[in-house]
């Protein structure tokens, strides 16, 4: 069995950062790509952000220069980390993450992250 479980949300200014991170555990042989993604009140679920097993990176045009996405495939680590910065009020969501793994896709529960003053 795989969880994800995701941490690092919360209430920031405009303008403020927030990290936040998804670990997963349980019987993995193998993470291929990993990915953040948001779902805003009332609107379809985003992609964000990807990274590949080779560590390539893509980002949706919303976030690009502000957002950054990070993997740590160290043995018993095994997570993938999204360093907001500049945060707009556009950016309150609820942030997801996936993964890849040994032939399944799994998601987190998601966090909240709100941008307000």
């Known amino acids: 069995q795989v969880q994800l479980v995701e941490s690092g949300g919360g209430l920031v200014q405009p303008g403020g950062s927030l990290r936040l991170s998804c670990a997963a555990s349980g019987s993995i042989f193998s993470i291929n790509a990993m990915h953040w993604y948001r779902q805003a009140p009332g609107k379809q679920r985003e992609l964000v952000a990807s990274?590949?097993?080779?560590?390539?990176?893509?980002?949706a045009d919303s976030v690009k220069g502000r957002f950054t996405i990070s993997r740590d495939n160290a043995k018993n680590k095994n997570t993938v980390s999204l360093q907001m910065n500049s945060l707009k009020p556009e950016d309150t969501a609820v942030y997801y993450c996936k993964m890849w793994i040994s032939g399944h896709d799994y998601w987190g529960q998601g966090t909240q992250v709100t941008v307000s003053s």
């Open positions: 990274i590949t097993g080779g560590g390539s990176t893509s980002y």
